[in-house]
């Protein structure tokens, strides 16, 4: 499948622009106009400059929409889909190309998940996430092999990512919980696999999942990460991992990790959205050329029945982001879905996502994202939405005693700590 790839370097001129928004760059390589950076040269579209020199006139230090990516990570747009032209961002390790719209898959019954995957795989989603902790990775791979067995896709042109359950940390238990999810899968290598969550659990042999003590807490693994991504690293030489990365991670545990990595992680899987920007961390992510993904990108519109029937929180507890107002008259003026505008909203400032759905029409509107693109105004308003810690929807809470935890990310973030945490 050939691509048009799109290098960005950090832009050098006699003026040096400290700040380029992305929503400013991407309609012009959309419409296929002269845009590109080569060492202190640089050449724009006239219509990009003034956008810079308007943004200039701002706060330039501002976090809210990428800065320039480094020369090491890549923008492409793939022709695969007249429709969709999926675009794809270059992993600065691997070299990977990663899809910027995927399909999620936490939380489905066998065949839902199976019926999903198919319709996302005709609707040219190329790129699927899933987890060991999902239970859907036998689903998704009968599927796969059914696409692959017949030849209406090549393995070249997925992008696969699963996880390294959080009762599966020690170095011994890295290959074996590997190898089940590729054996679940039906595949011989994965794309991209990520550390679940920093912290570990100790392991219930009988049933593969966290052991739980007597007062219902759960048995904590002290196992450091670092111990963990050396055993990764080992696999990628191996040839059964493509690109390694970490979920769930925050920035100190984030740039230790790549402080002590030979191979260094390509992508931080995090909840992101329009309540929970996290502008520092992605910041942090630009500095080590890590791309960035975001989980419930809408605001896991559909945890919600689950966690009040099955954990009895509040419906109270969770936001309704694609009924705020502002998301609603934003997606009337470009006749698009207020689904349609978060996504875009993040995918316009470099950030992949993996909106999670079951519904056929929502799949397809999912991905549905690169015929427009946001203007500049209407990104501040979105922008303006963010909470902070505050609009953290998932915490790990539930986890009883988790925050006991040596390497639990939001010690100093307990505010949340009524809020449901079991997906990620």
């Known amino acids: 499948m050939k691509s048009q790839t799109f290098k960005y370097a950090q832009a050098l001129t006699k003026e040096r622009l400290p700040f380029i928004p992305v929503?400013?760059?991407?309609?012009?390589?959309?419409?296929?106009?002269?845009?590109?950076?080569?060492?202190?040269?640089?050449?724009?579209?006239?219509?990009?400059?003034?956008?810079?020199?308007?943004?200039?006139?701002?706060?330039?230090?501002?976090?809210?929409?990428?800065?320039?990516?480094?020369?090491?990570?890549?923008?492409?747009?793939?022709?695969?889909?007249?429709?969709?032209?999926?675009?794809?961002?270059?992993?600065?390790?691997?070299?990977?190309e990663m899809p910027m719209v995927g399909l999620g898959t936490w939380r489905a019954q066998p065949h839902e998940m199976e019926n999903a995957v198919n319709v996302a795989l005709e609707c040219d989603y190329r790129h699927i996430d899933t987890a060991f902790n999902y239970n859907t990775e036998e689903a998704i791979g009968n599927v796969l092999k059914n696409w692959l067995g017949s030849g209406r896709v090549k393995r070249n042109e997925l992008f696969i990512t699963t996880k390294l359950p959080n009762f599966g940390g020690r170095p011994s238990d890295v290959e074996r919980f590997l190898k089940l999810s590729l054996k679940k899968l039906n595949l011989d290598y994965v794309d991209l696999y990520l550390i679940h969550m920093p912290f570990s659990f100790q392991l219930n042999e009988c049933s593969l999942s966290p052991l739980v003590n007597d007062d219902g807490s759960f048995a904590l693994d002290p196992v450091d990460?670092?111990?963990?991504?050396?055993?990764?690293?080992?696999?990628?030489?191996?040839?059964?991992?493509?690109?390694?990365?970490?979920?769930?991670?925050?920035?100190?545990?984030?740039?230790?990790?790549?402080?002590?990595?030979?191979?260094?992680?390509?992508?931080?899987?995090?909840?992101?959205?329009?309540?929970?920007?996290?502008?520092?961390?992605?910041?942090?992510?630009?500095?080590?050329?890590?791309?960035?993904?975001?989980?419930?990108?809408?605001?896991?519109p559909g945890a919600n029945t689950h966690f009040s029937s099955k954990y009895q929180y509040s419906l109270d507890d969770f936001p309704d982001i694609l009924g705020h107002p502002t998301v609603r008259e934003v997606a009337q003026k470009y006749e698009k879905t207020p689904g349609q505008i978060l996504l875009k909203h993040l995918i316009q400032e470099g950030v992949i996502v993996i909106p999670k759905s079951g519904n056929p029409e929502r799949i397809k509107s999912n991905i549905s994202l690169f015929d427009f693109e946001l203007a500049l105004q209407d990104v501040e308003q979105l922008d303006q939405l963010d909470r902070g810690e505050n609009g953290r929807i998932f915490n790990f809470l539930f986890f009883k005693g988790v925050e006991n935890h040596p390497y639990y990310p939001f010690k100093s973030k307990e505010s949340n700590s009524s809020s449901p945490t079991e997906c990620s």
């Not at 942090?284 to 890590?290: F, G, N």
Request: hydrophobic share 35%; net charge positive.
């Open 23 to 96: 929503q400013s760059i991407l309609p012009h390589f959309c419409e296929g106009r002269s845009l590109f950076f080569r060492d202190t040269k640089t050449k724009i579209s006239e219509n990009t400059s003034r956008l810079f020199q308007k943004r200039q006139s701002k706060n330039t230090a501002k976090i809210g929409h990428a800065n320039f990516l480094s020369s090491s990570l890549v923008f492409s747009r793939t022709n695969s889909c007249a429709v969709n032209k999926m675009k794809t961002i270059k992993l600065a390790t691997s070299g990977q």
């Open 225 to 300: 990460y670092l111990d963990t991504w050396k055993v990764m690293e080992e696999q990628v030489r191996m040839g059964r991992i493509k690109a390694i990365g970490v979920s769930n991670f925050n920035a100190e545990q984030l740039e230790r990790l790549y402080d002590n990595a030979d191979i260094k992680p390509d992508v931080l899987q995090v909840e992101m959205h329009a309540y929970l920007q996290q502008r520092e961390l992605r910041a942090v992510c630009q500095r080590l050329h890590v791309a960035v993904t975001a989980y419930s990108p809408l605001g896991s």
